[in-house]
């Protein structure tokens, strides 16, 4: 039987498939340090759990609203408005079943043939394949390592048009971990004021920072009625497995989101909403704890990359991924980013990611998770040190 023209159109996620190599490898016996998927490896905390474990044996098993309980939208709305300083009511939110359904439902509301999507490029490769299934031209706008993997707005400039439908920001940034300046984010939203243009702002990342602070442009004026708020819990609370997200948008396109949730998925799970209540409203000692660690982690491999012949690499400000340059060990050795990547993996026992599984412009690079101990970073980058050395 053939399938719709359109599924040739879907891309994927590498590093699931990075991450199925990796454990085939490892049924054979070998060794393999993960850092290719972007997965924080500490525990749920304790109250988060507790409180899901109370909804079971309270009954919360069954159908709920379909955009999410009421608690828990507006328990999302009191946070993300107090924190932007905007005001946000419950029928703004959107619960989801983990954050990609906000970038699916968003861009399929809005976008279609004809239309342009202006995205990241090196980006979440979801971003570009999502775009292209729904017959949108896809508009990479490249983020340069000279500017901290900030785009140009000068480049950007020119790349919106009246055909232009959506402009995806994600700040902090995944995979290089750059942020966006509040300079960049009111040149943008200079740009699209007064124009049919809506902004999808991945957030995912807001409180995975080290230094630096952050900045959403929906807390600029005029912006919040243009801003979809991209976000969820798997990154922030170590709860990528519960499948927990949620958009903040204007509540005309909330009134459509959840009419896409309904037809696809119904509604999203009653009881581990109640976990999302108490990630929120609950002590946010362990999620701090765990931002300290991941910064103590990326200062062991930045300085640990940027020790290895012919590798450099930007410290991120966010986020919990490296992107080190290894443009000079492409011209050292001939091989290309992919050929790198897979020859970390099958010789060093090193699960990375190319630079390419996240757009043309990440060619010449690599894209690390540092969501591993710091025992395992370091042999690594000892491995990719021994390995570099046999090329």
């Not at 007064?194 to 902004?199: A, F, K």
């Not at 919990?320 to 099958?346: C, H, M, R, S, W």
Request: net charge negative; proline share 5%.
């Amino acid at each position: 039987m053939k399938l719709a023209d359109r599924m040739a159109r879907l891309g994927t996620e590498t590093a699931f498939e990075v991450l199925a190599k990796a454990k085939a490898l490892e049924a054979q016996g070998r060794d393999i340090v993960h850092l290719e998927i972007g997965e924080p490896d500490f525990d749920t905390p304790a109250h988060i759990r507790e409180a899901t474990k109370k909804a079971i044996d309270e009954g919360y098993t069954h159908y709920g609203p379909a955009p999410g309980i009421p608690e828990l939208r507006k328990a999302i709305a009191e946070s993300i408005g107090a924190a932007r300083n905007i005001t946000v009511n419950s029928d703004q939110v959107v619960v989801t079943l983990g954050a990609k359904p906000i970038i699916f439902f968003s861009i399929l509301a809005l976008a279609q043939a004809g239309d342009e999507v202006i995205y990241p490029d090196p980006g979440f490769p979801i971003y570009e394949s999502v775009i292209n299934f729904t017959g949108a031209r896809q508009v990479p706008i490249p983020l340069r390592e000279e500017k901290e993997f900030r785009f140009d707005v000068d480049e950007l400039r020119p790349l919106i048009n009246d055909r232009t439908k959506m402009i995806i920001l994600n700040s902090p940034h995944n995979p290089t971990g750059g942020m966006l300046s509040p300079s960049d984010l009111e040149a943008v939203a200079e740009m699209v004021r007064g124009r049919d243009i809506v902004i999808l702002s991945d957030e995912v990342y807001e409180f995975i920072l080290y230094e630096n602070k952050f900045h959403s442009i929906a807390s600029l004026p005029g912006m919040q009625e243009k801003t979809i708020i991209l976000h969820g819990f798997s990154k922030t609370y170590a709860m990528t497995g519960w499948r927990l997200g949620f958009g903040v948008m204007p509540e005309w396109l909330a009134e459509c989101i959840t009419q896409l949730q309904v037809n696809s998925n119904s509604c999203p799970n009653s009881f581990i909403q109640y976990g999302g209540i108490a990630a929120i409203k609950g002590p946010q000692d362990e999620s701090r704890k765990m931002v300290a660690e991941f910064k103590r982690r990326r200062d062991v491999i930045v300085d640990g990359l940027n020790h290895l012949d012919g590798v450099s690499c930007l410290t991120p400000g966010g986020a919990f991924y490296v992107f080190p340059n290894i443009k000079d060990l492409i011209k050292q050795t001939g091989k290309d980013t992919k050929e790198l990547a897979e020859y970390f993996l099958k010789e060093a026992g090193i699960a990375v990611l190319s630079g390419t599984a996240f757009g043309e412009y990440g060619e010449g690079y690599l894209r690390l998770s540092y969501a591993n101990s710091v025992e395992n970073i370091q042999k690594a980058v000892q491995r990719m040190d021994e390995a570099i050395r046999k090329l």
